[in-house]
């Protein structure tokens, strides 16, 4: 069908909409003799498949036009499997129909999964109970199960489509999954990964494919993409507001144990001060020794004073004294720097600084 059928497959239920008169939308008059209805009341109809939505658009292969937009009814949570049925909060939609962590056909009732046809505890609708001597068929409290139904105590329930009671009595499916022909099978957009059924378009876990992990990233479309806060910078997500590697832009990196990364940029690490534009330890640096600026000259920095020669339990790394058991610049030997977010215990880098 041409985009020009459409549109007039569309204008024509629209019109047909606005000649009612039999009360509904757009038509009909108020007990004062007023018009019940509007152009816009009209406007709000629920369309066909494939129609000019109510803004004038075209609709795509699969959706449906409501009153603000084209939308796939199957899986969208404001207009599931009609327009304007809202899911509640933390729900998703599944196949047309709102679901909070249920089987597709099932309904969250305080913490349980139930099928309203089916359960004497909450027949047609949650807390609705039938009496003792009554059971549940078709979400209708009735003396006896309807014929083709198994009875499952009180539950009269379809054995080839009941969530709860799928293929025989007390077989639940999972979340996402759905009751077709007495098998609990995923339900699309969820594939089977495993024992569990996931969205491979969104789930960071399976992102394209079953144990395609994206790690910090997120899934965005079926493929893993970085997160919103985050840059990729060699084949990784980092945050380049707090990498010392890539600090305000990939490759950036902050020098080693004397800065960190805040905000996007390079400052003096929390033991460090910053001396001629440099991040320096006034502990044992020579040439700032206590004080930026106080030049040790041919002495050594030891505690931040000059002194003639170190103790004897700090050990001299050019003009600095220092601790090689603990001391991140010169972790167990002279020189030898620890990475960027380790310390130095016992003469070895590795965790927390």
Do not use: K
């Not at 969530?163 to 007390?170: D, F, K, Q």
């Not at 899934?219 to 590697?245: L, M, R, W």
């Amino acid at each position: 069908m041409t985009y020009v059928h459409r549109f007039m497959v569309g204008a024509f239920v629209l019109l047909a909409a606005c000649g009612r008169d039999d009360g509904g939308v757009g038509g009909g008059t108020d007990s004062a003799g007023g018009s019940s209805g509007s152009a816009d009341a009209s406007v709000s109809a629920t369309l066909t498949i494939g129609s000019a939505d109510a803004t004038g658009g075209n609709c795509g292969p699969g959706e449906v036009a409501c009153n603000d937009g084209c939308f796939d009814v199957s899986s969208d949570v404001d207009h599931c499997g009609s327009c304007d049925n809202g899911c509640g909060a933390g729900e998703s939609c599944v196949a047309g129909h709102c679901s909070g962590g249920c089987a597709v056909g099932a309904t969250q009732c305080g913490t349980q999964c139930v099928s309203t046809n089916s359960d004497a505890d909450h027949c047609g609708s949650c807390e609705v109970a039938c009496g003792d001597a009554e059971v549940c068929g078709d979400g209708i409290c009735q003396a006896v199960c309807p014929e083709g139904a198994i009875a499952c105590g009180a539950d009269c329930a379809d054995a080839a489509t009941d969530p709860v009671h799928c293929g025989g009595c007390g077989n639940d499916c999972n979340a996402g999954q759905a009751c077709v022909a007495g098998n609990c099978t995923c339900s699309a957009p969820f594939m089977q990964c495993g024992q569990s059924c996931v969205d491979l378009q969104t789930n960071p876990n399976h992102c394209g494919d079953c144990e395609v992990d994206c790690g910090d990233g997120e899934c965005v479309a079926g493929a893993c993409a970085c997160a919103a806060d985050q840059t990729e910078c060699a084949g990784e997500c980092v945050n380049t507001n707090s990498d010392e590697a890539n600090c305000g832009g990939c490759g950036l990196a902050c020098a080693a144990v004397l800065e960190r990364c805040e905000q996007g940029a390079c400052v003096c690490g929390q033991s460090f001060d910053e001396c001629d534009g440099a991040c320096v330890d006034t502990e044992t640096d020579p040439a700032h020794c206590g004080a930026c600026g106080n030049d040790c000259g041919e002495q050594f920095c030891s505690n931040a004073e000059c002194r003639a020669e170190c103790d004897n339990n700090l050990e001299a790394c050019g003009h600095s004294c220092v601790d090689t058991d603990d001391d991140p610049l010169n972790c167990g030997a002279c020189g030898n720097v620890c990475d960027a977010g380790q310390g130095c215990n016992n003469g070895d880098c590795g965790g927390g600084g």
